[in-house]
Protein backbone atom coordinates (compact mmCIF):
# COMPACT_ATOMS: atom_id res chain seq x y z
CA UNK A 1 0.00 0.00 0.00
CA UNK A 2 3.13 1.97 -1.06
CA UNK A 3 3.16 5.87 -0.14
CA UNK A 4 -0.77 6.27 0.34
CA UNK A 5 -2.33 8.13 3.73
CA UNK A 6 -5.65 7.16 5.22
CA UNK A 7 -7.52 8.59 7.63
CA UNK A 8 -10.54 6.79 9.02
CA UNK A 9 -13.31 6.95 11.89
CA UNK A 10 -12.51 5.34 15.10
CA UNK A 11 -14.97 3.05 15.75
CA UNK A 12 -13.41 0.17 13.92
CA UNK A 13 -10.56 -1.53 14.52
CA UNK A 14 -7.90 -0.68 11.71
CA UNK A 15 -7.50 -4.52 11.20
CA UNK A 16 -10.94 -5.01 9.91
CA UNK A 17 -10.37 -1.39 7.65
CA UNK A 18 -7.49 -3.04 5.69
CA UNK A 19 -8.39 -6.35 5.65
CA UNK A 20 -9.76 -5.98 2.39
CA UNK A 21 -11.35 -9.03 -0.08
CA UNK A 22 -14.42 -11.15 2.01
CA UNK A 23 -14.51 -8.83 5.20
CA UNK A 24 -17.59 -6.45 3.31
CA UNK A 25 -19.67 -9.13 1.54
CA UNK A 26 -23.13 -8.27 1.08
CA UNK A 27 -21.80 -4.68 2.10
CA UNK A 28 -20.91 -2.36 -0.92
CA UNK A 29 -18.36 -0.37 -1.20
CA UNK A 30 -18.10 3.04 -2.71
CA UNK A 31 -14.69 4.64 -4.20
CA UNK A 32 -15.10 7.74 -4.63
CA UNK A 33 -12.77 9.45 -6.98
CA UNK A 34 -12.29 13.12 -6.34
CA UNK A 35 -13.71 13.00 -2.67
CA UNK A 36 -12.63 16.20 -1.56
CA UNK A 37 -13.60 18.38 -4.31
CA UNK A 38 -16.84 20.52 -4.59
CA UNK A 39 -19.58 18.32 -5.84
CA UNK A 40 -18.63 15.15 -3.71
CA UNK A 41 -19.63 17.43 -0.41
CA UNK A 42 -22.27 19.38 -2.30
CA UNK A 43 -24.57 16.65 -3.97
CA UNK A 44 -23.00 13.60 -3.80
CA UNK A 45 -22.68 12.83 -0.30
CA UNK A 46 -25.62 14.82 1.11
CA UNK A 47 -27.76 12.78 -1.63
CA UNK A 48 -26.11 9.16 0.09
CA UNK A 49 -26.75 10.68 3.35
CA UNK A 50 -30.51 11.23 2.25
CA UNK A 51 -30.64 7.41 0.72
CA UNK A 52 -29.13 6.13 4.16
CA UNK A 53 -31.90 8.18 6.14
CA UNK A 54 -34.56 6.37 4.49
CA UNK A 55 -36.48 3.27 5.00
CA UNK A 56 -34.43 1.09 2.09
CA UNK A 57 -30.70 2.25 3.08
CA UNK A 58 -28.92 -0.23 4.37
CA UNK A 59 -25.18 0.13 5.05
CA UNK A 60 -22.66 1.22 2.92
CA UNK A 61 -18.84 1.39 3.26
CA UNK A 62 -17.17 4.41 1.51
CA UNK A 63 -13.43 5.46 0.95
CA UNK A 64 -12.99 8.48 -0.17
CA UNK A 65 -9.72 9.23 -2.48
CA UNK A 66 -8.23 12.56 -4.23
CA UNK A 67 -4.60 14.29 -4.72
CA UNK A 68 -5.53 16.60 -1.62
CA UNK A 69 -4.21 15.16 1.80
CA UNK A 70 -7.09 15.72 4.22
CA UNK A 71 -6.17 15.73 7.98
CA UNK A 72 -7.19 12.98 9.96
CA UNK A 73 -10.73 13.99 10.89
CA UNK A 74 -11.25 16.35 8.50
CA UNK A 75 -12.96 13.73 5.73
CA UNK A 76 -15.24 12.18 8.47
CA UNK A 77 -16.31 15.33 9.19
CA UNK A 78 -17.14 16.72 5.65
CA UNK A 79 -19.15 12.97 5.65
CA UNK A 80 -20.57 13.75 8.75
CA UNK A 81 -22.09 17.07 7.67
CA UNK A 82 -23.32 16.14 4.62
CA UNK A 83 -25.38 13.38 6.19
CA UNK A 84 -26.32 15.80 8.65
CA UNK A 85 -27.65 18.01 6.58
CA UNK A 86 -30.24 15.98 5.05
CA UNK A 87 -30.98 13.43 8.24
CA UNK A 88 -34.67 13.10 9.35
CA UNK A 89 -36.81 12.48 11.87
CA UNK A 90 -38.65 8.62 11.90
CA UNK A 91 -41.36 11.05 11.04
CA UNK A 92 -40.06 12.45 8.33
CA UNK A 93 -39.03 16.01 9.17
CA UNK A 94 -35.67 17.49 9.22
CA UNK A 95 -33.55 15.90 12.29
CA UNK A 96 -32.07 18.15 15.48
CA UNK A 97 -29.28 17.92 17.31
CA UNK A 98 -27.40 16.63 14.21
CA UNK A 99 -28.27 13.05 14.75
CA UNK A 100 -28.24 10.92 11.34
CA UNK A 101 -29.52 7.99 12.38
CA UNK A 102 -28.71 4.35 12.40
CA UNK A 103 -27.51 3.41 9.21
CA UNK A 104 -25.76 6.44 8.20
CA UNK A 105 -23.89 5.85 11.70
CA UNK A 106 -22.68 2.60 10.46
CA UNK A 107 -21.68 4.10 7.39
CA UNK A 108 -19.97 7.09 8.88
CA UNK A 109 -18.59 4.55 11.62
CA UNK A 110 -16.57 2.42 8.60
CA UNK A 111 -15.49 5.39 6.58
CA UNK A 112 -11.82 6.11 6.05
CA UNK A 113 -9.68 8.89 3.35
CA UNK A 114 -7.01 7.67 0.70
CA UNK A 115 -4.45 10.73 -0.40
CA UNK A 116 -2.94 9.82 -3.44
CA UNK A 117 -2.07 10.08 -7.04
CA UNK A 118 -5.57 8.66 -9.05
CA UNK A 119 -3.24 7.55 -12.26
CA UNK A 120 -0.70 5.77 -10.46
CA UNK A 121 -1.11 2.51 -10.77
CA UNK A 122 0.29 1.38 -7.12
CA UNK A 123 -2.24 3.79 -5.64
CA UNK A 124 -4.68 1.95 -7.35
CA UNK A 125 -3.76 -1.32 -6.64
CA UNK A 126 -3.75 -0.55 -3.17
CA UNK A 127 -7.43 0.91 -3.30
CA UNK A 128 -8.81 -1.99 -5.07
CA UNK A 129 -7.40 -3.93 -2.16
CA UNK A 130 -9.08 -1.95 0.57
CA UNK A 131 -12.54 -1.82 -1.56
CA UNK A 132 -12.56 -5.87 -1.41
CA UNK A 133 -14.98 -7.61 -3.94
CA UNK A 134 -17.23 -5.75 -6.28
CA UNK A 135 -16.84 -2.12 -5.58
CA UNK A 136 -18.49 0.82 -7.24
CA UNK A 137 -15.53 3.16 -8.43
CA UNK A 138 -17.33 6.55 -8.76
CA UNK A 139 -15.44 9.32 -10.70
CA UNK A 140 -16.73 12.89 -9.46
CA UNK A 141 -13.97 14.91 -11.69
CA UNK A 142 -13.71 16.18 -15.14
CA UNK A 143 -13.90 14.38 -18.04
CA UNK A 144 -9.96 14.77 -18.91
CA UNK A 145 -8.97 13.36 -15.34
CA UNK A 146 -11.28 10.65 -15.53
CA UNK A 147 -10.35 9.37 -18.78
CA UNK A 148 -6.91 9.33 -17.41
CA UNK A 149 -7.75 7.38 -14.28
CA UNK A 150 -9.76 5.11 -16.40
CA UNK A 151 -6.52 4.38 -19.14
CA UNK A 152 -4.66 3.14 -15.55
CA UNK A 153 -7.75 0.82 -14.46
CA UNK A 154 -7.71 -0.72 -17.41
CA UNK A 155 -3.95 -1.42 -16.37
CA UNK A 156 -4.80 -3.31 -13.29
CA UNK A 157 -6.76 -6.65 -12.40
CA UNK A 158 -10.08 -5.64 -11.26
CA UNK A 159 -12.24 -7.75 -8.61
CA UNK A 160 -15.17 -9.66 -10.29
CA UNK A 161 -18.11 -7.21 -10.57
CA UNK A 162 -16.59 -4.23 -10.10
CA UNK A 163 -18.81 -0.99 -11.22
CA UNK A 164 -17.89 2.30 -12.47
CA UNK A 165 -19.82 5.01 -12.14
CA UNK A 166 -18.94 8.76 -14.04
CA UNK A 167 -20.51 12.20 -13.03
CA UNK A 168 -21.64 14.61 -16.04
CA UNK A 169 -20.51 15.51 -18.39
CA UNK A 170 -19.75 12.42 -20.03
CA UNK A 171 -16.97 13.44 -22.29
CA UNK A 172 -16.80 17.08 -23.51
CA UNK A 173 -18.37 16.42 -27.52
CA UNK A 174 -19.52 13.50 -29.01
CA UNK A 175 -15.88 11.63 -29.95
CA UNK A 176 -14.91 12.29 -26.88
CA UNK A 177 -18.05 10.45 -25.09
CA UNK A 178 -17.51 7.71 -27.88
CA UNK A 179 -13.97 7.24 -27.20
CA UNK A 180 -14.98 6.89 -23.47
CA UNK A 181 -17.08 4.37 -24.06
CA UNK A 182 -15.32 2.44 -26.31
CA UNK A 183 -12.51 2.67 -23.35
CA UNK A 184 -14.74 1.78 -20.86
CA UNK A 185 -16.45 -1.16 -22.60
CA UNK A 186 -12.66 -2.60 -23.44
CA UNK A 187 -12.92 -4.11 -19.97
CA UNK A 188 -15.78 -3.33 -17.91
CA UNK A 189 -19.71 -4.82 -19.41
CA UNK A 190 -22.21 -2.18 -20.21
CA UNK A 191 -24.26 -3.14 -17.07
CA UNK A 192 -21.93 -2.96 -15.14
CA UNK A 193 -21.52 1.49 -16.12
CA UNK A 194 -23.70 3.87 -14.58
CA UNK A 195 -23.70 7.30 -16.39
CA UNK A 196 -24.83 9.80 -13.71
CA UNK A 197 -27.39 12.50 -14.18
CA UNK A 198 -29.36 13.57 -11.49
CA UNK A 199 -31.91 14.24 -13.01
CA UNK A 200 -33.61 10.71 -13.54
CA UNK A 201 -33.49 10.15 -9.66
CA UNK A 202 -36.09 13.38 -9.37
CA UNK A 203 -39.67 12.04 -8.48
CA UNK A 204 -41.03 14.41 -11.19
CA UNK A 205 -39.40 12.89 -13.92
CA UNK A 206 -39.74 9.38 -13.10
CA UNK A 207 -43.26 10.45 -12.75
CA UNK A 208 -43.33 10.95 -16.36
CA UNK A 209 -43.34 7.33 -17.00
CA UNK A 210 -46.53 6.84 -14.40
CA UNK A 211 -48.01 10.08 -16.19
CA UNK A 212 -48.26 8.87 -19.53
CA UNK A 213 -47.97 4.87 -19.20
CA UNK A 214 -50.64 4.47 -16.20
CA UNK A 215 -52.73 6.73 -17.98
CA UNK A 216 -55.88 6.43 -19.68
CA UNK A 217 -56.78 10.32 -20.28
CA UNK A 218 -52.79 11.26 -21.57
CA UNK A 219 -51.24 8.53 -23.18
CA UNK A 220 -53.88 8.26 -26.29
CA UNK A 221 -53.31 12.03 -26.88
CA UNK A 222 -49.86 12.07 -26.60
CA UNK A 223 -48.65 13.09 -30.23
CA UNK A 224 -48.75 15.24 -32.67
CA UNK A 225 -52.28 14.83 -33.46
CA UNK A 226 -53.39 16.37 -30.14
CA UNK A 227 -50.35 18.33 -29.39
CA UNK A 228 -49.24 21.28 -30.63
CA UNK A 229 -45.82 22.12 -28.74
CA UNK A 230 -43.64 21.35 -25.23
CA UNK A 231 -41.76 22.94 -23.41
CA UNK A 232 -39.06 22.13 -20.99
CA UNK A 233 -37.43 24.75 -19.10
CA UNK A 234 -35.47 24.56 -16.12
CA UNK A 235 -34.73 28.35 -15.28
CA UNK A 236 -33.14 29.46 -11.83
CA UNK A 237 -31.96 32.15 -9.82
CA UNK A 238 -28.94 30.73 -8.67
CA UNK A 239 -26.00 32.63 -10.44
CA UNK A 240 -22.04 30.82 -10.70
CA UNK A 241 -22.00 29.53 -7.03
CA UNK A 242 -18.40 29.65 -7.27
CA UNK A 243 -18.09 27.33 -10.19
CA UNK A 244 -16.72 29.51 -12.71
CA UNK A 245 -13.76 27.14 -13.33
CA UNK A 246 -16.37 24.57 -14.28
CA UNK A 247 -19.33 26.56 -15.80
CA UNK A 248 -17.32 29.05 -17.98
CA UNK A 249 -16.05 26.03 -20.23
CA UNK A 250 -20.00 24.54 -20.27
CA UNK A 251 -22.61 27.11 -20.16
CA UNK A 252 -25.69 26.79 -20.02
CA UNK A 253 -26.50 24.42 -23.28
CA UNK A 254 -23.94 21.70 -22.33
CA UNK A 255 -24.39 22.10 -18.51
CA UNK A 256 -28.44 21.71 -19.03
CA UNK A 257 -29.88 21.16 -22.20
CA UNK A 258 -26.98 18.51 -23.57
CA UNK A 259 -27.57 16.34 -20.49
CA UNK A 260 -30.46 16.90 -18.08
CA UNK A 261 -33.01 18.47 -20.58
CA UNK A 262 -32.38 15.97 -23.00
CA UNK A 263 -32.92 13.01 -20.73
CA UNK A 264 -36.37 14.51 -19.81
CA UNK A 265 -37.58 15.10 -23.24
CA UNK A 266 -36.25 10.90 -23.89
CA UNK A 267 -38.86 10.12 -21.15
CA UNK A 268 -41.66 12.12 -22.09
CA UNK A 269 -41.54 11.61 -25.94
CA UNK A 270 -40.33 7.71 -25.84
CA UNK A 271 -43.14 5.10 -26.77
CA UNK A 272 -44.46 2.99 -24.06
CA UNK A 273 -41.31 0.16 -22.67
CA UNK A 274 -42.94 -3.32 -22.31
CA UNK A 275 -41.66 -3.45 -18.81
CA UNK A 276 -39.73 -1.43 -16.49
CA UNK A 277 -36.72 -3.45 -16.76
CA UNK A 278 -33.53 -1.11 -17.80
CA UNK A 279 -33.23 -2.64 -20.94
CA UNK A 280 -36.53 -1.72 -22.18
CA UNK A 281 -36.81 1.29 -20.82
CA UNK A 282 -33.60 2.35 -21.68
CA UNK A 283 -33.46 1.01 -25.36
CA UNK A 284 -37.17 2.94 -25.95
CA UNK A 285 -35.24 6.14 -24.73
CA UNK A 286 -32.05 5.84 -26.92
CA UNK A 287 -34.62 5.04 -29.76
CA UNK A 288 -35.98 8.26 -29.17
CA UNK A 289 -33.54 10.55 -28.73
CA UNK A 290 -31.85 8.73 -32.24
CA UNK A 291 -35.03 10.28 -34.02
CA UNK A 292 -34.36 13.60 -32.10
CA UNK A 293 -32.85 16.46 -34.35
CA UNK A 294 -32.75 20.44 -34.36
CA UNK A 295 -36.00 21.82 -35.68
CA UNK A 296 -36.08 22.77 -38.82
CA UNK A 297 -33.07 21.40 -39.43
CA UNK A 298 -31.11 24.85 -39.14
CA UNK A 299 -28.13 24.95 -36.04
CA UNK A 300 -28.53 28.34 -36.25
CA UNK A 301 -31.97 29.16 -36.24
CA UNK A 302 -32.83 26.25 -33.86
CA UNK A 303 -31.15 28.08 -30.95
CA UNK A 304 -30.05 31.15 -29.48
CA UNK A 305 -28.15 32.07 -26.25
CA UNK A 306 -27.50 34.94 -24.04
CA UNK A 307 -25.80 35.89 -20.72
CA UNK A 308 -26.70 38.44 -18.06
CA UNK A 309 -25.43 41.69 -16.93
CA UNK A 310 -25.75 43.08 -13.65
CA UNK A 311 -28.47 43.12 -11.66
CA UNK A 312 -30.38 41.52 -8.63
CA UNK A 313 -32.04 37.95 -8.80
CA UNK A 314 -33.51 36.50 -5.98
CA UNK A 315 -32.89 39.71 -3.51
CA UNK A 316 -29.21 39.17 -4.65
CA UNK A 317 -26.87 41.38 -6.30
CA UNK A 318 -25.20 39.33 -8.96
CA UNK A 319 -22.62 41.19 -10.93
CA UNK A 320 -22.20 40.86 -15.24
CA UNK A 321 -20.92 37.31 -16.03
CA UNK A 322 -18.20 38.52 -17.70
CA UNK A 323 -17.34 39.97 -14.10
CA UNK A 324 -17.82 37.05 -12.14
CA UNK A 325 -14.41 35.68 -10.06
CA UNK A 326 -12.74 33.62 -12.64
CA UNK A 327 -14.00 34.30 -15.17
CA UNK A 328 -12.37 34.24 -19.26
CA UNK A 329 -13.65 37.86 -20.65
CA UNK A 330 -13.06 37.02 -23.80
CA UNK A 331 -15.23 33.54 -24.04
CA UNK A 332 -18.56 33.94 -25.44
CA UNK A 333 -20.26 32.24 -22.48
CA UNK A 334 -23.93 31.45 -22.35
CA UNK A 335 -25.87 32.05 -19.54
CA UNK A 336 -29.23 31.03 -20.77
CA UNK A 337 -29.40 28.86 -24.18
CA UNK A 338 -32.64 27.58 -25.67
CA UNK A 339 -32.89 25.26 -28.50
CA UNK A 340 -35.77 23.62 -30.22
CA UNK A 341 -36.21 19.83 -31.66
CA UNK A 342 -38.03 17.74 -33.21
CA UNK A 343 -38.63 13.85 -33.46
CA UNK A 344 -38.51 12.31 -36.86
CA UNK A 345 -41.30 9.75 -35.99
CA UNK A 346 -45.13 8.88 -36.62
CA UNK A 347 -46.12 9.85 -33.12
CA UNK A 348 -44.26 13.35 -33.44
CA UNK A 349 -43.58 14.74 -36.83
CA UNK A 350 -43.75 18.81 -36.93
CA UNK A 351 -44.21 18.82 -32.80
CA UNK A 352 -41.28 21.60 -32.00
CA UNK A 353 -40.12 20.47 -28.10
CA UNK A 354 -38.27 23.77 -27.32
CA UNK A 355 -35.70 23.19 -24.23
CA UNK A 356 -34.28 26.49 -22.28
CA UNK A 357 -32.37 26.80 -19.07
CA UNK A 358 -30.61 29.96 -17.85
CA UNK A 359 -28.90 31.09 -14.53
CA UNK A 360 -29.51 34.45 -12.48
CA UNK A 361 -33.45 34.91 -13.66
CA UNK A 362 -35.76 36.54 -12.04
CA UNK A 363 -37.99 33.00 -11.40
CA UNK A 364 -37.10 30.11 -10.73
CA UNK A 365 -39.44 28.38 -13.76
CA UNK A 366 -38.66 24.84 -13.64
CA UNK A 367 -41.40 22.74 -15.85
CA UNK A 368 -42.54 20.81 -18.47
CA UNK A 369 -45.47 22.87 -20.40
CA UNK A 370 -47.33 20.36 -22.58
CA UNK A 371 -49.60 22.94 -25.31
CA UNK A 372 -52.71 21.14 -26.45
CA UNK A 373 -54.09 21.82 -29.95
CA UNK A 374 -57.60 23.37 -30.82
CA UNK A 375 -60.19 21.16 -31.17
CA UNK A 376 -61.64 21.61 -34.98
CA UNK A 377 -64.93 22.66 -34.09
CA UNK A 378 -66.83 24.58 -31.45
CA UNK A 379 -70.72 25.43 -30.63
CA UNK A 380 -71.85 28.00 -32.17
CA UNK A 381 -72.91 30.84 -29.78
CA UNK A 382 -70.20 29.83 -26.92
CA UNK A 383 -68.48 33.24 -25.66
CA UNK A 384 -65.28 33.93 -24.56
CA UNK A 385 -61.84 33.06 -25.51
CA UNK A 386 -61.13 29.34 -25.69
CA UNK A 387 -57.30 29.47 -24.15
CA UNK A 388 -57.26 25.67 -25.02
CA UNK A 389 -55.91 23.03 -22.64
CA UNK A 390 -52.20 22.91 -21.36
CA UNK A 391 -50.72 20.51 -18.89
CA UNK A 392 -47.60 21.88 -16.66
CA UNK A 393 -45.70 19.10 -14.99
CA UNK A 394 -43.52 20.63 -12.50
CA UNK A 395 -39.41 19.42 -12.12
CA UNK A 396 -39.03 21.02 -8.77
CA UNK A 397 -41.78 21.09 -6.70
CA UNK A 398 -43.64 18.09 -8.74
CA UNK A 399 -46.72 20.15 -9.24
CA UNK A 400 -49.04 19.59 -11.66
CA UNK A 401 -51.78 21.36 -13.20
CA UNK A 402 -54.14 21.08 -16.02
CA UNK A 403 -55.41 24.68 -17.87
CA UNK A 404 -59.17 23.20 -19.44
CA UNK A 405 -61.74 25.69 -20.91
CA UNK A 406 -65.22 25.82 -18.91
CA UNK A 407 -68.28 27.43 -18.89
CA UNK A 408 -69.84 29.76 -16.42
CA UNK A 409 -66.17 31.54 -15.23
CA UNK A 410 -67.78 34.70 -16.71
CA UNK A 411 -71.54 33.73 -16.88
CA UNK A 412 -73.47 30.81 -18.52
CA UNK A 413 -72.38 30.87 -21.62
CA UNK A 414 -68.76 32.55 -21.41
CA UNK A 415 -65.56 30.40 -21.36
CA UNK A 416 -62.76 30.81 -18.93
CA UNK A 417 -60.42 28.55 -17.94
CA UNK A 418 -60.37 26.18 -14.70
CA UNK A 419 -57.17 24.64 -13.33
CA UNK A 420 -56.66 21.00 -12.15
CA UNK A 421 -54.00 21.09 -9.66
CA UNK A 422 -52.29 18.41 -7.72
CA UNK A 423 -49.12 18.02 -6.02
CA UNK A 424 -46.43 14.82 -6.23
CA UNK A 425 -45.45 13.11 -3.00
CA UNK A 426 -42.35 14.43 -2.20
CA UNK A 427 -39.90 11.85 -1.40
CA UNK A 428 -37.21 12.46 1.07
CA UNK A 429 -34.58 10.46 -0.79
CA UNK A 430 -33.02 13.50 -3.11
CA UNK A 431 -32.64 12.96 -6.89
CA UNK A 432 -28.51 11.46 -6.15
CA UNK A 433 -29.39 9.16 -3.39
CA UNK A 434 -32.42 7.95 -6.02
CA UNK A 435 -29.79 7.60 -8.63
CA UNK A 436 -27.08 5.55 -6.31
CA UNK A 437 -29.49 3.58 -4.76
CA UNK A 438 -29.70 1.86 -8.36
CA UNK A 439 -26.32 1.74 -8.60
CA UNK A 440 -25.81 0.16 -5.12
CA UNK A 441 -28.30 -2.09 -6.00
CA UNK A 442 -26.66 -2.83 -9.72
CA UNK A 443 -29.69 -2.13 -11.63
CA UNK A 444 -28.84 0.08 -14.35
CA UNK A 445 -32.30 1.71 -14.88
CA UNK A 446 -31.84 5.26 -13.37
CA UNK A 447 -28.07 5.15 -15.44
CA UNK A 448 -27.62 6.50 -18.62
CA UNK A 449 -26.80 4.44 -21.43
CA UNK A 450 -23.61 4.45 -23.79
CA UNK A 451 -25.29 5.72 -26.98
CA UNK A 452 -27.36 7.76 -25.24
CA UNK A 453 -25.03 9.84 -23.77
CA UNK A 454 -23.42 10.03 -27.17
CA UNK A 455 -26.70 10.83 -28.89
CA UNK A 456 -27.12 13.49 -26.44
CA UNK A 457 -23.64 15.38 -27.59
CA UNK A 458 -24.62 14.58 -31.41
CA UNK A 459 -27.93 16.76 -30.94
CA UNK A 460 -26.45 19.73 -29.72
CA UNK A 461 -22.93 19.67 -31.05
CA UNK A 462 -24.03 21.44 -34.51
CA UNK A 463 -25.90 24.30 -32.53
CA UNK A 464 -22.12 24.45 -30.24
CA UNK A 465 -20.28 24.72 -33.02
CA UNK A 466 -22.39 28.02 -34.64
CA UNK A 467 -22.40 29.18 -31.66
CA UNK A 468 -18.90 29.00 -30.83
CA UNK A 469 -17.96 29.98 -34.66
CA UNK A 470 -20.24 33.13 -33.58
CA UNK A 471 -22.71 32.45 -36.21
CA UNK A 472 -25.51 33.24 -33.53
CA UNK A 473 -25.79 36.47 -31.75
CA UNK A 474 -24.82 36.78 -27.95
CA UNK A 475 -27.67 38.43 -26.55
CA UNK A 476 -27.78 40.13 -22.93
CA UNK A 477 -29.95 39.87 -20.08
CA UNK A 478 -30.53 41.70 -16.89
CA UNK A 479 -29.54 39.45 -13.61
CA UNK A 480 -32.98 38.87 -12.34
CA UNK A 481 -35.29 39.73 -15.44
CA UNK A 482 -36.76 36.87 -17.22
CA UNK A 483 -34.50 36.84 -20.29
CA UNK A 484 -34.02 39.38 -23.15
CA UNK A 485 -36.74 41.44 -23.43
CA UNK A 486 -37.72 40.04 -27.18
CA UNK A 487 -37.13 36.53 -26.58
CA UNK A 488 -40.52 37.14 -23.71
CA UNK A 489 -42.31 38.56 -26.56
CA UNK A 490 -41.24 35.89 -28.88
CA UNK A 491 -42.66 33.11 -26.20
CA UNK A 492 -45.48 34.93 -25.44
CA UNK A 493 -46.86 34.88 -29.08
CA UNK A 494 -46.50 31.73 -29.49
CA UNK A 495 -48.01 30.33 -25.94
O1 LIG B 1 -31.70 21.98 -9.31
P1 LIG B 1 -30.62 20.94 -9.22
O2 LIG B 1 -31.11 19.59 -8.86
O3 LIG B 1 -29.48 21.39 -8.36
O4 LIG B 1 -30.05 20.76 -10.69
C1 LIG B 1 -29.56 21.85 -11.40
C2 LIG B 1 -28.04 21.82 -11.46
O5 LIG B 1 -27.66 20.69 -12.23
C3 LIG B 1 -26.25 20.55 -12.39
O6 LIG B 1 -25.97 19.38 -13.12
C4 LIG B 1 -25.72 21.75 -13.11
O7 LIG B 1 -24.31 21.61 -13.28
C5 LIG B 1 -26.03 23.01 -12.31
O8 LIG B 1 -25.55 24.17 -13.00
C6 LIG B 1 -27.51 23.12 -12.06
O9 LIG B 1 -27.73 24.20 -11.17
Known sequence: ???????????????????????????RTLVIF?????????????????????????????????????????????????????????????????????????????????????TDTDHLRAL?????????????????????????????????????????????????????????????????VHRVDHFLGRTAVLNLIGLRFANRLFEPVWNAEHIESVEIVYDETLGLEGRAQYYDNAGALVDMIQSHLLLVLALLAMDAPATMDAVEVRSEMARALRSTHLYRGSAIEAGRRARYTAGIADDRVVPAYAD??????????????????????????????????????????KEIVIKFKPLRHLPSGLNGARDGETLRIGLNPGELSLSVPALGVDGPYTMGQVFLDATLPSSPVLPYGEVLSGILRRDPL??????????????????????????????????????????QESTESAA
Open 446 to 487: LSVRGDVAERCWEIVEPVLTAWRAGEVPLEEYEAGSDGPADW
Open 1 to 27: MGGIITTHAALLPVEEHSAGAGQHTGQ
Open 324 to 365: EAGVDRDRATETLAEVTVELDTNRWAGVPFTLRSGKALGVAR
Open 128 to 192: LELAGPAPVLYFSLPPAVTTAIVAKLREVELPEGTELAFEKPFGTDAASAAALNQLVGSFIPEEN
Open 34 to 118: GASGDLSSRLLLPGLGSLLAGQRATSVRIIGTGRSPLAADEWTDRVRSAFASVARESDGTAATRGEIGPVAAETLATTEYVAGDP
